[in-house]
Nanobody, 122 residues
Framework: QVQLVESGGGLVQAGGSLRLSCAASERTFSSYVMGWFRQAPGKEREFVAAVSWRGILYYANSVKGRFTISRDNAKNTVYLQMNSLKPEDTAVYYC????????????????WGQGTQVTVSS
């Protein structure tokens, strides 16, 4: 069982930055694809970014060029650097881990964190 704990959310003005962190309990962390998803009120959970065990990066078009995902396997941690934040980025952000399946589908992720709120004011 992999436990994921997110941190770093908060309230920021439009144009500002936040960095989310997700610490994993699993010693085989480096074998997992790690992803970030978000869910706004009344909307479905959507893919934001992912990084494979080999370090290949994937981004949703809506965040490409503004968000950067990275991982530190020595620390069992994945990060999401969010710059140029917009009010439409407001959501609960979830960290997730998977071994197989689609990079982009929430249904293929096996483990989830509790989520961290990001609120961007205009």
């Amino acid at each position: 069982q992999v436990q994921l704990v997110e941190s770093g959310g908060g309230l920021v003005q439009a144009g500002g930055s936040l960095r989310l962190s997700c610490a994993a309990s699993e010693r085989t962390f480096s074998s997992y694809v790690m992803g970030w998803f978000r869910q706004a009120p009344g909307k479905e959970r959507e893919f934001v970014a992912a990084v494979s065990w080999r370090g290949i990066l994937y981004y949703a078009n809506s965040v490409k060029g503004r968000f950067t995902i990275s991982r530190d396997n020595a620390k069992n941690t994945v990060y999401l650097q969010m710059n140029s934040l917009k009010p439409e980025d407001t959501a609960v952000y979830y960290c997730a881990a998977r071994m197989g399946g689609s990079i982009f589908s929430a249904y293929d992720y096996d483990y989830w964190g509790q989520g961290t709120q990001v609120t961007v004011s205009s």
